[in-house]
């Protein structure tokens, strides 16, 4: 767990045409899977994930533990259902962790899950303007909060087309659960360049 919590990472977003939304759902894999609140509508944990005071079947025996990334205060942000509000908080400050309270829009945050599922996140009305994200130096953990891809050339650059953007990010990764792998990004690489360091 140290390793994948202390590797975070910024799979990032802008400038994006915001779409109609329904109520969107997250599919999990077994074991870690790295994602973002992609819905208009902050994630309440225990609306979503259940806890020991109100489980929600199907949902809670199967989250592990839920993480997030403050990057203002460089701290983890810990939730876990086994625990009811007062055994949460406990656990987490015993450990230096933050309780994670709320996931915003366009937040990445890291399930581990013991089987798979499919999470109903919150819906809500599409943003009226397109969405950005804040970053702060060093790492930040955030996610696409449209429902269309993103190329990584198109919104960081890289070495052959530089953005005004370019300089100011160093890495960019995401982690793929059903492969169990890390994929990265590097502004400052040539598409080649890219391909054999990651290779």
């Known amino acids: 767990m140290g390793i994948l919590l202390r590797a975070v990472l910024l799979q990032l977003l802008l400038l994006l045409t915001p779409l109609a939304y329904a109520q969107p759902v997250q599919p999990l894999a077994t074991n870690?899977?790295?994602?973002?609140?992609?819905?208009?509508?902050?994630?309440?944990?225990?609306?979503?994930?259940?806890?020991?005071?109100?489980?929600?079947?199907?949902?809670s025996d199967r989250i592990a533990s839920v993480w997030g990334w403050n990057s203002a205060a460089s701290n983890w942000m810990f939730y876990a259902?086994?625990?009811?509000p007062a055994g949460l908080s406990a656990y987490a400050a015993?450990?230096?962790?933050?309780?994670?309270?709320?996931?915003?829009?366009?937040?990445?945050?890291?399930?581990?899950a013991s089987a798979p599922l499919t999470?109903?996140?919150?819906?809500?009305?599409?943003?009226?303007?397109?969405?950005?994200?804040?970053?702060?130096?060093?790492?930040?953990?955030?996610?696409n909060n449209t429902a269309a891809a993103i190329d990584p050339v198109a919104l960081f650059?890289?070495?052959?087309?530089?953005?005004?953007?370019?300089?100011?990010?160093?890495?960019?990764?995401?982690w793929d659960a059903a492969a169990a792998r890390w994929m990265f990004y590097s502004p400052s690489m040539t598409p080649a360049a890219l391909a054999s360091y990651a290779a």
């Not at 208009?40 to 944990?45: E, G, K, L, Q, Y």
């Not at 015993?94 to 581990?112: D, E, K, Q």
């Not at 996140?121 to 994200?133: D, E, R, S, V, Y």
């Not at 070495?159 to 995401?174: D, E, H, N």
Request: charged share 5%; glycine share 10%; proline share 10%.
């Open 32 to 59: 870690w899977n790295l994602v973002g609140n992609h819905s208009p509508t902050a994630i309440d944990p225990v609306s979503v994930f259940g806890n020991a005071s109100a489980p929600i079947t199907g949902i």
């Open 157 to 174: 650059g890289n070495a052959t087309t530089q953005l005004s953007i370019s300089p100011l990010v160093a890495t960019v990764w995401k």
């Open 119 to 143: 999470l109903a996140l919150p819906g809500g009305n599409a943003p009226t303007t397109a969405p950005t994200q804040n970053l702060f130096a060093g790492w930040n953990l955030v996610a």
């Open 81 to 84: 259902p086994i625990y009811d």
């Open 94 to 112: 015993t450990r230096s962790y933050g309780v994670l309270s709320t996931i915003p829009s366009g937040a990445g945050y890291w399930v581990n």
